[in-house]
């Protein structure tokens, strides 16, 4: 399965300010994701992010917010925009794996503190 | 949409002794199912899942689930459990192979003592 290589690993931040959170794969992949996981809680799907197109997001999250880009079909880079303590997470991308991308592969995550 | 549960907070259980780690799926189609591990500090790592086939599926590390398509359940297994089983587990499910919104439950913490 692939490897992923998600950077930085841990950041605290001053509110207000962005964080881009970057995500290497080491195989070409179709789809990529990107999920939240907040302080004792489970994993939340943000957006999936296609290489050509725009990210779609979920209910919830929005791109003024969360802005994704996937320049080439092994990498993608998420940002964390005028961060909140409440965007205090781990945020973790992913990609599908396996033969017909039944399931997906991690990231380990990037542990983000706002304060 | 597809919805899991997973009920129990945390699981005990004693160094040796078999594990069960409970799932349930809510799904208006054909279920993909599968069990993660987040281990401190770590992302996910992937366990076991069900696709098709045999109800029992075989994972890494020795575990092992049952799906029962009757009961929607595809619970966590392992007949002896390691003080490094010691874990966060979530059990996720996808509805098929055209949706790519895979839903996670709440994560079970299990806990093996010595």
């Known amino acids: 399965s692939a490897v992923i290589s998600q950077k930085p690993s841990r950041d605290i931040c001053q509110r207000g300010t962005s964080l881009t959170i970057q995500c290497q794969v080491d195989?070409?992949?179709?789809?990529m994701f990107w999920y939240r996981q907040q302080p004792g809680q489970s994993l939340t799907l943000i957006a999936t992010a296609n290489q050509g197109s725009e990210a779609t997001y979920e209910s919830g999250f929005v791109i003024d917010k969360f802005p994704i880009s996937r320049p080439n079909l092994t990498f993608s880079t998420l940002t964390v925009s005028n961060m909140s303590p409440e965007d205090s997470s781990i945020y973790l991308c992913s990609v599908g794996s396996g033969q017909f991308n039944y399931g997906y592969t991690f990231g380990s995550g990037t542990r983000l503190t706002v304060v | 949409a597809q919805s899991v549960a997973q009920p129990e907070d945390q699981v005990n259980v004693a160094e040796g002794n078999p594990l069960t780690v409970k799932c349930t799926y809510s799904?208006?189609?054909?279920?993909?199912l599968f069990w993660y591990v987040q281990y401190p500090n770590r992302g996910l790592q992937f366990l076991l899942k069900?696709?098709?086939?045999?109800?029992l599926v075989k994972g890494s590390y020795g575990f092992e689930a049952e799906f029962n398509k009757s009961q929607t359940s595809f619970h966590l297994k392992k007949p002896s459990a390691l003080v490094s089983d010691s874990a966060l587990y979530f059990c996720?499910?996808?509805?098929?192979?055209?949706?790519?919104?895979?839903?996670f439950g709440a994560g079970t913490r299990l806990t093996v003592k010595p």
């Open positions: 799904v208006s189609g054909n279920p993909y």
């Open positions: 996720a499910v996808r509805e098929g192979y055209n949706n790519n919104d895979m839903r």
């Open positions: 069900y696709i098709t086939g045999d109800n």
């Open positions: 195989s070409q992949v179709t789809m």
